[in-house]
């Protein structure tokens, strides 16, 4: 009976580990980072906050937009610099780069059922339908990221005063130092990294959208 070379057995078992490789469980893709919209007009700063994924206007072609088609009289004087896009974006499906929830449209100031999709690390495709029909999407273009998670992320809630321990104690939270003054988080912590090669990154004037007080209170 003829033996096998060992240099084919080599070869067929190298093919099999490649095959393996190709045909096994893709990584999740990253969504998160500065987007830049399909004409051009903004970049969207997409980021984790909580388990879900929310976009925030990160920089405008045109300064000092308002919200002036929003429904809510009250909001039609904010800025849009900064104003919530993406909201609440869950993932689909475990292992799929594929997240639904709502989009916010400022050109008329509806919302609409929204999905995103991670068609490659740089591009990502929008759509967006109102009650199901009136379907439309487009693609936006990675201009940096992907970020890291937000600090917010990670914060652990404190215990209530009064409440029990798990030896049956009372505690509460340690009081902050007397001469430590009170400060606001830094926009920027966790949330920039370098622009994407042959990219010009604009100044950054919003930071982690985390902490974008519509987001931090929808988000917890």
């Not at 030896?167 to 949330?191: D, F, I, L, N």
Request: with cysteine; aromatic share 4%.
């Amino acid at each position: 009976m003829m033996q096998r070379p060992r240099s084919a057995t080599r070869t067929l078992v190298y093919c099999g580990l490649l095959f393996a490789a190709a045909t096994g469980p893709a990584l999740a893709g990253d969504p998160t980072g500065d987007w830049r919209v399909a004409d051009g007009v903004a970049n969207i700063r997409v980021a984790e906050c909580h388990g879900n994924m929310w976009g925030a206007v990160a920089w405008e072609k045109i300064p000092g937009g308002r919200d002036r088609n929003n429904p809510d009289t009250t909001k039609q004087s904010r800025p849009t610099l900064g104003m919530p896009i993406l909201l609440d974006m869950k993932k689909k499906t475990p292992g799929t780069d594929e997240w639904a929830g709502n989009v916010y449209n400022a050109k008329d100031g509806k919302t609409y059922e929204s999905t995103i999709t991670l068609k490659s690390p740089n591009k990502l495709e929008i759509e967006g339908c109102v009650l199901g029909f009136l379907c439309g999407g487009e693609t936006w273009t990675r201009v940096s990221g992907p970020i890291p998670s937000s600090p917010s992320n990670s914060v652990a809630e404190l215990p209530k005063a009064g409440s029990k321990g798990k030896a049956g104690t009372h505690t509460h939270p340690a009081p902050a130092p007397k001469s430590a003054a009170k400060t606001s988080p830094p926009k920027t912590v966790g949330q920039r990294t370098a622009a994407a090669p042959g990219t010009t990154e604009p100044e950054d004037t919003v930071g982690d959208i985390c902490l974008i007080p519509e987001i931090a209170r929808a988000a917890h």
